[in-house]
C-alpha cells in the first residue's frame, strides 16, 4: 500500500516554472508505473507524464519538451519539472501510482493510488 501527498503548486506567470514534488510513502513494488495527472475545472482528468519502474518515460504531447518527469527511488519522491509554462497548463496536479502491468498510462482507472492535487495557477 502507498500513500502519495503532492507539493510545490502555486502560481506563477506565463513562461515561469515550478517544481512539483511527489513524496511516497510504504513499499512500491516492481514492475511499477507512477505519473502525474491534471485536471481543470469542468474538465476531465487527464495524463501528463509517467514513469515506469524501466525507466521508461512518456507525455502528453501538450506538455512535451518542457516538462520532465523523475523519479527518486531511493528517496521516493516522484518530480514533475514544468518549464516555459503556459495559462492553458493550470490545472489541479495528481500524483498516481500503481503496480503491475498497465495498457495505458494516461488512463485514470489504471492506477491504484492518487495523492490530494497541489494546485497550479499560469498567469498571462
Known amino acids: 500500500q502507498v500513500q502519495l501527498v503532492e507539493s510545490g503548486g502555486g502560481s506563477v506567470q506565463a513562461g515561469g516554472s515550478l517544481r512539483l514534488a511527489c513524496a511516497a510513502s510504504g513499499v512500491l513494488f516492481r514492475p511499477y508505473c507512477m505519473g502525474w495527472f491534471r485536471q481543470a475545472p469542468g474538465e476531465e482528468r487527464e495524463g501528463v507524464a509517467s514513469i515506469d519502474s524501466s525507466g521508461t518515460t512518456t507525455y502528453a504531447d501538450s506538455v512535451k519538451g518542457r516538462f520532465t518527469i523523475s523519479l527518486d527511488f531511493a528517496k521516493k519522491v516522484l518530480s514533475l519539472q514544468m518549464n516555459s509554462l503556459k495559462p492553458e497548463d493550470t490545472a489541479m496536479y495528481y500524483c498516481?501510482?500503481?503496480?503491475?502491468?498497465?495498457?495505458?498510462?494516461?488512463?485514470?482507472?489504471?492506477?491504484?493510488?492518487w495523492g490530494q492535487g497541489t494546485q497550479v495557477t499560469v498567469s498571462s
Open positions: 498516481a501510482s500503481t503496480t503491475g502491468y498497465i495498457t495505458t498510462w494516461s488512463r485514470a482507472n489504471e492506477y491504484n493510488y
